[in-house]
């Protein structure tokens, strides 16, 4: 666990900085300033997107070919 105080930031690489800005409550309050390279998702939404998309594989002509990578993996461990 890391503990940071309010202004206080986190780097991540060279090029990633995660500032604590602000805290509400049970709310905090952070800024991000990243490369537009990188996307910065909401983990909800990212969620939601990495579902979406398994949905849409499952239900395209290579479900078939998913399938059996899926089984590949599975053998390996």
Same mark, same amino acid.
């Given at each position: #666990?890391?503990?940071r105080? !309010?202004?206080? /930031?986190? #780097?991540?690489?060279?090029? !990633? =900085?995660?500032? *604590?800005? =602000?805290? =509400?409550?049970?709310?905090? %309050? !952070?800024?991000i $300033? @990243?490369? &537009?390279s990188? &996307?910065?998702? &909401? %983990?909800? !939404? *990212?969620?939601?997107?990495?579902? @979406?998309? $398994?949905? @849409? ?5 290579? @479900?078939?070919?998913? /399938?059996?990578? %899926? ?7």
């Amino acid at each position: #666990m890391l503990k940071r105080k !309010i202004g206080e /930031s986190l #780097m991540f690489g060279d090029d !990633i =900085e995660i500032t *604590f800005l =602000e805290k =509400e409550g049970d709310t905090v %309050k !952070i800024g991000i $300033q @990243a490369p &537009r390279s990188v &996307r910065v998702l &909401r %983990k909800e !939404i *990212f969620d939601e997107i990495v579902t @979406a998309n $398994q949905g @849409a594989l499952e239900t395209s002509p290579f @479900a078939d070919l998913l /399938s059996e990578y %899926k089984n590949l993996k599975n053998d390996e461990k």
